[in-house]
């Protein structure tokens, strides 16, 4: 076998990286989210051997809050990928080194990963975020089903988010780092990400004040992303208790008996999904990596990222 070398994407590629994506990938990876990108060749390094593509690494700018609502330039990392008959050569990391050269104007590096010890050599530190509740939830009163009925239910596919950006701005600013500001690109690929998920509003006139969005995987039903608009504007409690009753009306009917709900740790939120489901418990998502380029990155406030932020 022949050195790699590496390259950037080209349209022919294609093929090729949808095979090495499904291998190296479980479940397999499929480029749906990557074609939302229409940069996605400049945003992309493959390494190469004589017997075709044997790597990827795909590098997404991004700006996510910081601190004090601050906003970083950073570079997401993802689809990284090694054919097992290119593995043990330190393929990862000559990757690695070749997309962050893509990057001069980026302040820190982001990825998330199962395998941590493959990036410490390139500079990468672990960190943690308390992103969802698992555990039991309870069914729904009697009053349920009337708050229920001010919901309004549709899956999601392209197009759904458009509504909802200005809900998801407002309920992030200042109150949730990580977060990104979600241009037309993050909002497209949030919507293949969750495509199929359903999508609960709860609308004021023509505005709408709330969402939430679920799947259910067998028994567990899955709160992979929801915001209320902030402060009183909209009666914004009454639409978390509205939305959660709708979802609590759906899942008793499907015979959900647990929950895994993807919420920022704020104050409110744990308030509301305590009364929904009081015996579930904080768990960490500890895949996250971060690396300094022009700066440390400042994530001291409460982290979240949903289903829709990843890459």
């Keep these: 076998m022949s050195e790699a070398t590496i390259r950037a994407a080209r349209p022919d590629d294609q093929a090729e990286l949808t095979a090495l994506w499904a291998a190296a990938f479980t479940p397999p990876l499929a480029p749906d989210q990557w074609l939302i990108d229409h940069e996605r060749l400049a945003h992309t390094r493959v390494a190469e051997d004589d017997a075709g593509l044997c790597g990827s690494i795909y590098g997404l700018p991004k700006r996510l809050r910081e601190d004090d609502g601050g906003i970083a330039e950073v570079h997401a990392i993802g689809s990284v990928a090694v054919a097992e008959r290119a593995r043990g050569h330190g393929l990862a990391r000559r990757l690695v080194t070749a997309t962050l050269q893509t990057a001069p104007d980026a302040d820190w590096a982001l990825l998330f990963t199962g395998t941590p010890e493959v990036y410490r050599s390139s500079g990468f530190e672990s960190f943690s975020m308390a992103r969802t509740l698992a555990g039991p939830w ?60 359903t999508l609960y509003r709860r609308t004021e006139g023509s505005t709408v004040i709330g969402y939430a969005i679920t799947e259910r995987r067998g028994d567990v039903g899955m709160l992979l992303e929801s915001a209320v608009l902030p402060g009183v504007e909209g009666d914004a409690e ?63 406030g409460i982290r979240h990222l949903t289903a829709g932020d990843y890459f």
């Excluded at 709900?261 to 009081?278: G, H, K, Y």
Aim: with cysteine.
């Design 138 to 197: 309870h069914a729904p009163g009697a009053a349920a089903a009337a708050a229920a009925d001010r919901v309004e239910r549709e899956s999601v596919g392209l197009g759904s988010f458009r509504p909802l950006r200005e809900v998801y701005e407002r309920s992030r600013a200042g109150r949730v780092v990580l977060a990104p500001v979600r241009g037309d690109r993050d909002t497209a690929m949030a919507e293949v990400r969750m495509t199929g998920a």
């Design 238 to 300: 009454g639409a978390r208790d509205d939305l959660l009753a709708a979802i609590a009306v759906d899942w008793a009917s499907a015979g959900v008996t647990s929950c895994d709900l993807a919420v920022p740790a704020l104050p409110e939120e744990d308030l509301a999904l305590r009364s929904f489901a009081p015996e579930a418990v904080r768990q960490a998502d500890r895949t996250g990596m971060i690396r300094p380029l022009r700066r440390e990155a400042r994530l001291h």
